[in-house]
């Protein structure tokens, strides 16, 4: 099933540069503590996507890692911004953030445009990057260590890594091919150089090991081909766990047999007051322990029985903690770290200013921290007027499309939705239900395209993600960063979330219309009908191939169960859709 994608944005090198300056005046004017470490680490992320974006522009050029004045200064930068970072962390935010020089890096000869890449372990997983930094110090790894970041998002983290073990050699290196097959390629130069000066030993960096560790495979193997013996490799994974059902015999037996170095979670976020502390200032003193309720533990607070809980996919959650402060029920959700997660809290402020979402009450390194609705009730369909819902959600719709306006390169192609649809769609019900598809011709895409005006969309339509107050009032809950999550679909038209509000909100059938109307009034942009006939079968193909994979991943019957019911929904709603 095709359901996930990789966001990528393309620059020149010179604006992300003056995103750095501007990134690096907000830490300088920031009194100590812990906006001013966020701060610290937006940088990092920032310079982390700069030396990544330079180093593969030299890579697209020459076919391989090469060394180049411009990757050199910017690996340099994201050294010192790195030291930054651990040296305000392990003094508890104290320390002063100097001024890294970023003239060296200015002075080179820069490619004119750079493709980075979003770091999913920052944006979705919870991945701090102060971890491999303590898991660096707790390795006792000589400081004349060699380390080698993997990019993308092993570029940051091997910096970090450095940091930890005060090393002040590292290098990032691409690997490319098969995603279950990943190689390096190198020139012979950066090759030779990669091994020499007798380095103690080589520290492997980068998030993962995913469904066949070959990129930490790759680099090893070219350690190893380069004289490099096996017991000098020390690995710095993002988990414990092992390469996953994609790895070859061979690079599972070596992964096994290697020295690895990582800190959870919990050992950054939760230890020594950790998150609760960092939230003080915005909701007072913990007043009991945190909770945790990711993976679906959110349910058990919803009043609902576990036989009526709705599915999870418990590995794509983000983390989510109860806490009580204040005289207060406070949610802290994990809304990502870095530039793009922070504006996530304007966001929140102006839905829930409109009436739509619970009131926020600010956003500390990473979580967002917003009112727990203890008196909401999950929406029940049965309970709610049609109409009323009709017009709530319309006037939701058309806020969002009038307010969060996007560019097209944010989002999926209706083209990608289409090859999308009929993968899924053939893989479910067979070829002969994916040809249904066929009607939607290129010429008749690229005229709907041009029709389209992509906007942030909420992306969640179900009815588990609304509550109900007393008095009869509705809220959206988690309606900030599905147009952002790890899938392929991203931002698009407001008919997205109008065909999705239709199917999940079990609406009547000459709903679809009433529901556009609102929309159109409400966000100053009429919703194309042909648009909402093609994206139709595309949201039910992606919820398919969505809910396929969640089962396959659930990690226990019931919760398979409730995805294999949901994929039976969709299945059925695509017959319909579908049939002559």
């Not at 937006?42 to 030396?51: N, R, S």
């Amino acid at each position: 099933m095709l359901v996930y994608g990789k966001a990528s944005r393309t620059n020149d090198p010179r604006d992300r540069l003056a995103t750095l300056v501007t990134l690096l005046r907000e830490v300088a004017e920031e009194p100590p503590g812990i906006r001013r470490h966020a701060a610290r680490v937006a940088a990092l992320i920032e310079a982390g996507e700069l030396a990544q974006g330079i180093a593969d522009a030299a890579f697209l050029d020459h076919g391989r890692d090469l060394a180049c004045p411009a990757r050199d200064a910017a690996t340099a930068l994201l050294l010192e911004l790195a030291r930054s970072v651990w040296d305000s962390w392990r003094t508890g935010f104290r320390t002063s953030p100097g001024t890294p020089d970023l003239t060296a890096l200015a002075a080179t000869r820069l490619p004119a445009r750079i493709t980075t890449r979003w770091a999913e372990g920052f944006a979705f997983y919870a991945l701090y990057p102060e971890s491999y930094a303590m898991a660096a110090t707790r390795a006792a790894l000589a400081a004349t260590t060699r380390v080698v970041g993997i990019r993308s998002i092993g570029a940051p983290l091997s910096a970090m890594v450095a940091a930890g073990l005060g090393s002040f050699d590292m290098q990032t290196v691409r690997p490319v091919g098969h995603p279950f097959r990943r190689a390096l390629a190198l020139d012979d130069t950066f090759a030779a150089a990669l091994t020499a000066g007798d380095p103690a030993g080589f520290a492997i960096v980068d998030e993962g090991p995913g469904l066949s560790g070959s990129s930490f495979g790759a680099v090893m193997d070219t350690l190893a081909h380069l004289g490099v013996a096996e017991d000098r490799l020390s690995l710095f994974p993002s988990h414990s766990g092992e390469p996953g059902p994609q790895a070859t015999e061979r690079h599972r037996a070596r992964w096994q047999r290697a020295t690895r170095h990582t800190v959870p979670f919990e050992h950054v976020m939760l230890a020594g007051g950790g998150l609760a502390s960092w939230v003080a200032d915005l909701v007072g003193p913990a007043q009991a322990p945190l909770i945790e309720i990711s993976g679906g533990g959110w349910r058990a607070f919803q009043g609902r029985s576990a036989d009526a809980w709705p599915p999870v996919n418990a590995q794509q959650e983000k983390r989510k903690f109860l806490l009580r402060a204040g005289g207060t029920l406070w949610h802290l959700k994990f809304a990502g770290l870095g530039p793009a997660s922070r504006a996530k809290l304007d966001r929140a402020r102006a839905l829930h200013a409109a009436g739509f979402t619970p009131p926020v009450a600010g956003y500390r390194h990473g979580f967002l921290v917003e009112r727990w609705i203890a008196d909401g009730r999950p929406l029940d369909l049965g309970a709610v007027a049609p109409g009323v819902l009709i017009d709530w959600v319309g006037r939701y719709l058309g806020f969002r499309a009038r307010h969060f306006p996007s560019g097209p390169e944010r989002g999926a192609s209706l083209s990608e939705l289409l090859a999308m649809a009929r993968h899924n769609v053939g893989e479910a019900l067979g070829p002969d239900w994916a040809e249904r598809l066929d009607a939607w011709s290129e010429p008749r895409l690229a005229e709907l395209a041009g029709r389209a005006c992509p906007v942030e969309i909420d992306g969640r339509m179900q009815p588990w993600e609304f509550l109900v107050r007393p008095d009869g009032s509705l809220l959206k809950c988690d309606a900030l960063d599905h147009h952002a999550a790890h899938d392929l679909v991203g931002c698009q038209d407001i008919a997205w979330d109008v065909v999705g509000a239709v199917v999940e909100l079990s609406l009547p059938e000459d709903s679809r219309d009433r529901l556009a109307a609102f929309v159109a009034q409400e966000g100053g942009h009429p919703v194309d009908p042909d648009l909402l006939a093609f994206l139709t079968p595309c949201y039910l193909a992606f919820q398919l191939g969505a809910a396929s994979m969640a089962a396959d991943a659930a990690h226990d019957d019931i919760e398979g169960w409730r995805q294999r019911r949901s994929r039976a929904r969709y299945t059925e709603h695509l017959r319909l859709v579908l049939r002559p």
